[in-house]
C-alpha cells in the first residue's frame, strides 16, 4: 500500500497569513494527488485533484503543487472559514491512502 | 444538485452485522463509481472499498481491514448504494461516508461526498 504522510500534524495561522502543507507518498505517484478540506462534524470537500487542478467553486487562493512524491496545498491568504482539517489522497493504485490529516487552528 | 444520502447506522454488539444505505439523487448513478469512506471519531480518513459501474465490469475492491466481513453492491433502479457489515469489531466504529468516484480521462478523485452515518460497535 502507498503510504501518504502530511506535515505539519497541526499548524497556528492568522487570517491573512501564507500557509503551505506538505505531502509525501511513499512511492512515486506522478500527479495522482488529491486535497480535501474538512471542517468539524461535516464530510470533507474536495479542493484539488490531479495535484493541481482546482475545483470548480473552490476560491482561488487554494492551489496545489507537486508530482512524484511531493506535494504541497497552499492558501495564499488564509481566510476565517479556511480553519479546518486538510487531507491529501492519493488515487494512483488502490487501496485508495490518505494523509493523516493536517489540523490549521487560529493563532 | 447531486446529494447523497446515508442511513442505517446505529449500534451494535461486537460480531453483530449493519447495512448502510446510500441514495443517490441528481447523478447517473448507474454510470457512477462509488465508494464507502470511513473515520473514526477524532481520527482521519480510511478508504473502506468501492464498486464500479456495471457498465465497467461492476466489480468491487476492498481494503485489507474489511475484506471477508464487508460487501458494496448496488442497486441502480433505487439509485442506491449498500455496505453490508459483518462480524463487526470495535474498530469498526466509525462515521461512514459514501462518495462518488469521479473518473477523469487519467485521474480519479471523490466528489461529491455524503454528510454520514455513525456507526458504534460496542458491547
Known amino acids: 500500500d502507498i503510504q501518504m504522510t502530511q506535515s505539519p500534524s497541526s499548524l497556528s495561522a492568522s487570517v491573512g497569513d501564507r500557509v503551505t502543507i506538505t505531502c509525501r507518498a511513499s512511492q512515486r505517484i506522478s500527479s495522482y494527488l488529491n486535497w480535501y478540506q474538512q471542517k468539524p462534524g461535516k464530510a470533507p470537500k474536495l479542493l484539488i485533484y490531479?495535484?493541481?487542478s482546482l475545483q470548480s467553486g473552490v476560491p482561488s487562493r487554494f492551489s496545489g503543487s507537486g508530482s512524484g512524491t511531493d506535494f504541497t496545498l497552499t492558501i495564499s491568504s488564509l481566510q476565517p472559514e479556511d480553519f479546518a482539517t486538510y487531507y491529501c489522497?492519493?488515487?494512483?493504485?488502490?487501496?485508495?491512502?490518505f494523509g493523516q490529516g493536517t489540523k490549521v487552528e487560529f493563532k | 444538485e447531486v446529494q447523497l444520502v446515508e442511513s442505517g447506522g446505529g449500534l451494535v454488539k461486537p460480531g453483530g452485522s449493519l447495512r448502510l444505505s446510500c441514495a443517490a439523487s441528481g447523478i447517473t448513478f448507474n454510470n457512477a463509481w462509488m465508494s464507502w469512506v470511513r473515520q473514526a471519531p477524532g481520527k482521519g480518513l480510511e478508504w473502506v472499498g468501492r464498486i464500479k459501474s456495471k457498465t465497467d465490469g461492476g466489480t468491487t475492491d476492498y481494503a485489507a481491514p474489511v475484506k471477508g466481513r464487508f460487501t458494496i453492491s448496488r442497486d441502480d433502479s433505487r439509485y442506491t448504494l449498500y455496505l453490508q457489515m459483518n462480524s463487526l469489531k470495535t474498530e469498526d466504529t466509525a462515521f461512514y461516508y459514501c462518495?462518488?468516484?469521479?473518473?477523469?480521462?487519467?485521474?480519479?478523485?471523490?466528489?461529491?461526498w455524503g454528510q454520514g452515518t455513525l456507526v458504534t460497535v460496542s458491547s
Open positions: 462518495t462518488t468516484e469521479q473518473v477523469g480521462l487519467i485521474y480519479n478523485w471523490f466528489d461529491p
Open positions: 490531479a495535484a493541481s
Open positions: 489522497q492519493q488515487s494512483y493504485s488502490t487501496p485508495w491512502t
